[in-house]
């Protein structure tokens, strides 16, 4: 008699997923260099060199990311033409919840109406986009759900030090959210790769905030622990790498060849690195889609950012190959080649 469990595996039908619908939300307030120039000492050309960015989004003083979050979501409900009642399974990713408890995902889920979905946050930085695609997609794959909402969603500007000049000027706040569908084999999302290394937690960081250094006590406030630091040199460095090896592999995993991609959206964490891994991918700059100089790094918000923008411009077309790839916090680092 065959082994049950081996039946179960051959029983399954698997399905691929594929992005149906996308929405995306900035908040109205807006940050430039020259406003950095009034309160750090910098100056607008040396952020546009070394970073490529020029304006960035932040929310309100009394805003966190649920507003940004919703807005992004009813638009890729209504992109994908479904119902919020047809969602089964909503993950957020982001690095600045709007409260510890409950998760953000939780606080939205009745104001975006998706009453029959799972609902829970995850946190992978900036790699959290794909990171949350590629948990959806394995649900979407067993047929345990058949449509789903990932939303990347960020305040970074909460929690930037504004006496810390070269990691304040990098970020910005937004919000991206995906409906993701069952769709044949061969379509939607053709593979996927992630990866983390927790030996280098602390080049990224925000010490503070959590049941370590909780932000309830002022010494911790004093000693700056709830805001962002980073060691930009050493971050550099290694994204570079990383963001070329997660991309050959999801090529290799594919059997698909850099020529036969459409478009590279990377996480947009400065030109500089973006550029440097497009060369070593060997991938022409008109084909790689960058939007920072309007955004900034917004971490998990910033791939489905570029996605919309690149779409509504008419350069991203339905049909084209699309390599996605993001490294962040954690250290975490992922790769997804997907069938607009
Ligand atoms: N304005 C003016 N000068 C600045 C500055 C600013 N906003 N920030 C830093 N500097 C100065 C430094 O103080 C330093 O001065 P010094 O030589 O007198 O000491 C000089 O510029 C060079 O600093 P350095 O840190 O070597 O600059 P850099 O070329 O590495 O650029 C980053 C700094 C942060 C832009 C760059 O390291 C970077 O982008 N790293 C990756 C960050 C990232 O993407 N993180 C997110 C990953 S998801």
């Not at 939300?25 to 100056?43: H, S, W």
């Not at 304006?55 to 003083?61: A, D, I, L, Q």
């Not at 509504?312 to 916090?329: E, H, Q, T």
């Amino acid at each position: 008699m065959a082994d049950p469990k081996e039946n179960d595996v051959q029983d399954l039908k698997l399905v691929s997923a594929r992005i149906a619908g996308l929405g995306t939300a900035l908040p109205a307030r807006v940050m430039t260099n020259k406003d950095f120039e009034q309160i750090i000492d910098t100056t607008d050309e040396w952020i546009v060199q070394r970073t490529g960015m020029r304006v960035r989004h932040y929310v309100g003083p009394d805003q966190g990311i649920s507003e940004i979050a919703v807005e992004a979501g009813r638009r890729a409900l209504a992109d994908a033409g479904v119902a919020p009642e047809e969602v089964e399974l909503l993950i957020l990713a982001t690095a600045t919840p709007e409260q510890p408890i409950p998760s953000t995902a939780s606080i939205i889920q009745p104001i975006l109406g998706v009453k029959n979905a799972v609902c829970f946050d995850i946190a992978a930085a900036c790699s959290g986009f794909i990171y949350a695609l590629q948990i959806a997609r394995q649900f979407i794959a067993t047929g345990e759900v058949k449509t789903a909402m990932i939303i990347g969603a960020e305040a970074l500007s909460r929690y930037s030090d504004f006496t810390d000049r070269a990691t304040c000027v990098l970020f910005g706040d937004g919000a991206g959210a995906a409906v993701l569908q069952a769709c044949e084999p061969g379509d939607g999302v053709l593979a996927c790769a992630w990866h983390t290394d927790g030996n280098y937690s602390e080049i990224i960081q925000m010490p503070g905030g959590g049941s370590k250094y909780p932000p309830n006590v002022k010494e911790h406030i004093d000693a700056r622990l709830p805001f962002i630091k980073m060691r930009g040199n050493e971050v550099f460095k290694l994204a570079v790498r990383a963001f070329n090896e997660v991309c050959q592999e999801v090529l290799d995993r594919a059997g698909v060849s850099i020529d036969a991609v459409d478009w590279f959206i990377p996480h947009q964490a400065n030109q500089r690195i973006i550029s440097a891994v497009g060369d070593r991918l060997g991938i022409p700059a008109e084909k790689v889609y960058v939007n920072l100089e309007k955004v900034g790094n917004t971490s998990s918000a910033s791939i489905p950012l570029a996605m919309r923008e690149a779409a509504d411009s008419g350069a991203l077309k339905r049909g084209d190959l699309v390599l996605m790839a993001a490294f962040g916090g954690g250290l975490t680092w992922a790769a997804s080649l997907v069938r607009w």
